[in-house]
């Protein structure tokens, strides 16, 4: 069985509000998707990564990311599409992977995940198929429509969703392929699984593995990274 991940970087990064795209802007002394890269290209169990970025920033994330950083398990880039959904489905299309390989899927920017959350996630979707790495909410959330609250879910049996999402790639493949027939946009690639009735578990991740959406996400990322607790390199 082998190990791929893909690490959609296809995002415009609207709500970071940056005239660069956020996927390359520094992070202490490299690029957000550098750190990203570096938790797969480093990690033992890992055999083939493939990058989606934007179709006309290919060669330039080659060059000014894969290449400047030696990245060495790389092995494509690949064109992403409008939505997430679309960038992740590329990518699994591009993927050399055989249907009971593992397939990571990784935000590219998240560059904080500890190691011991990827090793999880390997192992639960070998043993389930699919599995969402992810923590317990901490505040309560609240249901509101129109301004006005409709509902307080149980906290208790509410998650944060972060990535990696792990899946066999004969699962997560059909998954895609499904719902672009059917019409069906998630935000994440566990509810494409999800939706068919099939088994996903979810397993403790961390919560400095943040998604770097908005400008406070980055002074966050800088604070964990600069602390003996960032698990970035
Ligand atoms: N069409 C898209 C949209 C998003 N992503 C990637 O999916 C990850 C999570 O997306 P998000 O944080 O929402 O990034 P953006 O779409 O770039 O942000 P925004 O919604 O603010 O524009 C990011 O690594 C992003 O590059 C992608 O590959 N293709
Ligand atoms: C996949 C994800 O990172 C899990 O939290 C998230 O759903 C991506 O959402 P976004 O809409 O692209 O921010």
């Known amino acids: 069985m082998k190990v791929y991940v893909l690490v959609p970087a296809a995002g ?18 490299r690029p957000i998707l550098a750190h990203t890269l570096a938790l797969f290209d480093g990690h033992p169990r890992v055999d083939g990564i493939y990058v989606i970025s934007p179709a006309d920033e290919v060669p330039f994330c080659r060059r000014e990311v894969v290449e400047r950083y030696g990245f060495v398990k790389v092995l494509g880039l690949v064109a992403g599409g409008a939505e997430r959904q679309d960038s992740v489905r590329n ?9 009971e390989d593992i397939v990571l899927i990784h935000d590219g920017v998240r560059p904080l995940c500890p190691p011991v959350c990827i090793d999880t996630a390997i192992d639960t979707a070998s043993r389930v198929g699919a599995c969402v ?74 919560y400095r593995n943040i998604k770097i959406t908005t400008p406070e996400d980055l002074l966050l990322a800088r604070a964990f990274l600069a602390s003996s607790e960032g698990t970035a390199r």
């Open 133 to 206: 790495v992810g923590v317990p909410v901490k505040d309560t959330i609240k249901e509101v429509e129109g301004g006005m609250i409709q509902g307080t879910p149980q906290r208790q049996r509410l998650w944060q969703a972060q990535t990696p999402q792990a899946f066999r790639y004969g699962l997560i493949r059909d998954a895609h392929e499904r719902a672009l027939a059917e019409g069906w946009l998630g935000t994440d690639d566990a509810s494409l699984v999800e939706r068919l009735g099939l088994p996903v578990a979810m397993v403790t991740g961390d």
């Open 91 to 99: 990518g699994l299309r591009a993927c050399a992977a055989e249907a």
């Open 12 to 29: 415009l990064g609207r709500r970071m509000g940056a005239s660069l795209n956020k996927q390359y802007l520094t992070l202490a002394d």
